[in-house]
């Protein structure tokens, strides 16, 4: 059992530094001063983004989630969402920038660490009671996932938690986003 337990733990820690040395750091984009983690890297190794994925099902088994849907926002949420599920076996509802989703839609204004903008979901995506759980590839200021709750909420869902491949720490997101569960691989400094 402990060979096993440290096998597990082993085999984390190499996921986690391969995801760290794969994943790129582009100083100053999309403006001056921001240190962008590119993860395009990670999706252009199969191996690895199965391997990514197939932790964020176990990391979600362990936390005892079992969402109805996954809601992935535009545009990095659009590639893990339906990635996870298609494993969990449940539906994905995008959320898009407006004018982007062609039926009628529920639309969200939100600032994020470099301005502001806006996010729209189908009226009809999410029902009333279902579990929700969002997915992205970063967490930053909490703009854009605090805005996707705040939609998935108006329509009568329960957000059970967030998921994300990185979180940049110090930048106030968890406060912004209380007591919502927040699930990350890996942390990085703002």
């Not at 984390?12 to 993860?39: H, S, W, Y």
């Not at 191996?47 to 535009?74: F, Q, Y």
Request: hydrophobic share 45%; with cysteine.
């Amino acid at each position: 059992m402990v060979l096993s337990t440290l096998w597990c733990g082993f085999l984390t820690d190499n996921l986690l530094q391969e995801l760290k040395d794969t994943i790129r750091t582009v100083p100053d984009f999309p403006m001056e001063g921001i240190l962008f983690r590119d993860i395009t890297p990670v999706l252009s190794n199969s191996s690895l983004l199965t391997e990514l994925m197939n932790r964020i099902v176990k990391d979600i088994e362990n936390l005892n989630w079992a969402p109805d849907v996954i809601v992935g926002p535009e545009a990095r949420g659009f590639i893990f969402g339906p990635l996870l599920s298609t494993r969990l076996k449940n539906s994905f509802v995008p959320v898009r920038k407006p004018g982007k989703l062609p039926f009628e839609t529920i639309k969200i204004d939100y600032t994020l660490e470099y301005g502001n903008d806006s996010l729209e979901i189908h009226k009809d995506a999410v029902s009333p009671g279902q579990k929700v759980l969002i997915i992205d590839d970063l967490l930053a200021t909490g703009g854009t996932v605090s805005a996707c709750i705040e939609l998935c909420q108006k329509m009568g869902a329960d957000v059970i938690g967030v998921v994300f491949i990185i979180e940049l720490e110090g930048l106030g997101a968890r406060e912004l986003l209380g007591d919502i569960p927040i699930h990350s691989l890996l942390k990085y400094p703002a």
